[in-house]
């Protein structure tokens, strides 16, 4: 089985500022694990995945993650927030296998303010 | 290589009636995957399918609900007899043929269900 916690439902940030998404999970295998964001009526994007290669990943629009096994975390940071970054985020993990489906985190609402 | 197509984008039913919803996923994808994503929370899976086979069902209502992938054509969820509380956003994801547990699933739009 396989789970992950978002521990912040709510997020805001000045623009500018330091942007830290929290994230742990729970997996009985080395897991995947996957940001994604989405944008208000809209899909959802990749920002980065982590599949055992490095342990700090860095995606897209300056996000990276640090995958840190002994805490079983994958929090989201960007050094410097921007008001496009306003946006839902979810963290996501996935087994192994073929027949591997993604389990989804409820979500952090990203805030930037002026 | 256009990306995963859904349609429609916002479907309206009444009570009672059915609703389709179509995803093409992207080209050389074969597995596909629909969520369902409540107002103000996380996408949860529904079903995983690969062409012609049904390969995880386990976040499916039992019923009413209903998926299929056949070999020619998009993937299509169905929703029979609706009610308001089916009410919400589906996504539906593809990845390659070789899908894992470390390969990208691509998303679509997603088709906004509203019941009235």
């Known amino acids: 089985a396989q789970s992950v916690t978002q521990l912040d439902s709510h997020v805001s940030v000045s623009e500018g500022t330091p942007v830290l998404l929290r994230c742990n999970y729970s997996?009985?295998?080395?897991?995947?694990l996957f940001w994604y964001v989405q944008h208000p009526n809209k899909g959802l994007q990749l920002l980065l995945k982590y599949t055992s290669a490095a342990t700090l990943v860095k995606g897209i629009n300056g996000f990276e993650a640090e995958f840190k096994k002994s805490e079983t975390s994958f929090h989201l940071t960007k050094p410097s927030a921007h008001m496009s970054d306003a946006a839902e985020y979810f963290c996501v993990v996935s087994g192994t296998g073929t027949a591997s489906k993604l389990t989804f985190g409820t979500g952090t609402r990203l805030q930037v303010t002026l | 290589n256009a990306g995963v197509m859904q349609n429609p984008r916002h479907l309206v039913r009444r009570r009672g009636q059915e609703a389709r919803l179509r995803c093409s996923p992207m080209k050389g994808h074969s597995h596909v995957y629909w969520y369902r994503q409540l107002p103000e929370e996380g996408l949860k899976f529904m079903v995983y399918?690969?062409?012609?086979?049904?390969?995880?069902e386990s976040g499916m209502p039992k019923e009413r609900f209903s998926a299929e992938f056949p070999k020619e054509g998009p993937s299509i969820l169905r929703i029979q007899q609706v009610v308001r509380g089916d009410s919400a956003a589906y996504f539906c994801?593809?990845?390659?043929?070789?899908?894992?547990?470390?390969?990208?699933?691509?998303f679509g739009q997603g088709t906004r269900l509203t019941v009235v």
């Open positions: 994801a593809s990845s390659p043929l070789m899908g894992g547990g470390n390969t990208e699933a691509f």
């Open positions: 399918l690969q062409k012609e086979n049904i390969i995880d």
């Open positions: 997996s009985s295998y080395s897991p995947s």
